[in-house]
């Protein structure tokens, strides 16, 4: 994917991930809108308004994007929440329910409102994001993990949907990753920012770009089943349950 002259609606670019990858398309030369909840300026770049949970608000955004950059070819579903649960405790479901609206349901929403615009096209790019969190699950936040294997899922069926038609489909699997310095602080393991972007712009760049974009640091997570290291990765990732009420 050649990243410096294409037009990119980045949906959940406000901030972290989504944020940094806006800078450096733009940095390459690539057109740049973000969308979000949030609506006050970030650095100069064109912001429209979005909530991934409402249908028509992500209709509305598609209808303002594409009024004003009818060559639009990328989206990127970058919208998504990272929630904590307590299984043993019947009201974690309120926290499912938000995480499945968001995650994968708000993947849905914004993949099929501009997929007609794509296949017009007979071009075009989706950026999917699930995680390394949805092929080695982290037992605390346990719906995201199953929001990001199903978003892993889609995308992979929307591929096979759009094969054949110019419009390829991209899943981002991202690692942990410290979008802030006190994200660091909390988990030192976590991969800088900059240092991801460094690896995915490089992997995005490629030709032809790879269906699945997986830093190193993800590769232990991606193959955990493939290299026999599942179940005891696993075990090591359940030790924080010990932390929750009840539990000794």
Request: proline content about 6%; hydrophobic content about 40%.
């Amino acid at each position: 994917m050649d990243i410096t002259d294409r037009t990119v609606f980045i949906v959940g670019g406000t901030s972290g991930i989504g944020l940094g990858l806006a800078r450096r398309f733009a940095a390459a030369g690539s057109t740049v809108v973000i969308g979000g909840r949030r609506t006050d300026p970030i650095d100069g770049f064109e912001l429209v308004e979005i909530d991934v949970t409402d249908s028509g608000s992500v209709e509305r955004a598609r209808d303002a994007v594409l009024a004003r950059h009818p060559g639009l070819d990328t989206v990127v579903t970058m919208a998504g929440v990272l929630l904590f649960e307590d299984l043993r405790d019947p009201a974690h479901f309120a926290t499912a329910q938000t995480t499945i609206e968001v995650n994968v349901l708000g993947t849905i929403r914004v993949t099929d409102a501009f997929t007609p615009h794509f296949l017009g096209r007979g071009d075009g790019a989706f950026v999917t994001v699930s995680s390394g969190i949805g092929f080695l699950p982290f037992p605390l936040m346990a719906t995201y993990g199953a929001s990001k294997a199903a978003v892993h899922s889609y995308s992979e069926s929307l591929r096979k949907h759009l094969e054949g038609t110019g419009v390829t489909v991209h899943e981002l699997v991202p690692p942990a990753v410290a979008t802030t310095p006190e994200h660091e602080a909390q988990n030192p393991a976590a991969l800088k920012l900059a240092d991801y972007l460094d690896e995915v712009v490089g992997l995005l760049s490629a030709d032809p770009t790879p269906d699945e974009i997986l830093v190193r640091g993800v590769q232990m997570h991606r193959w955990a089943e493939r290299d026999g290291t599942y179940a005891e990765l696993l075990e090591r990732r359940s030790a924080p349950l010990a932390q929750l009420p009840g539990r000794a």
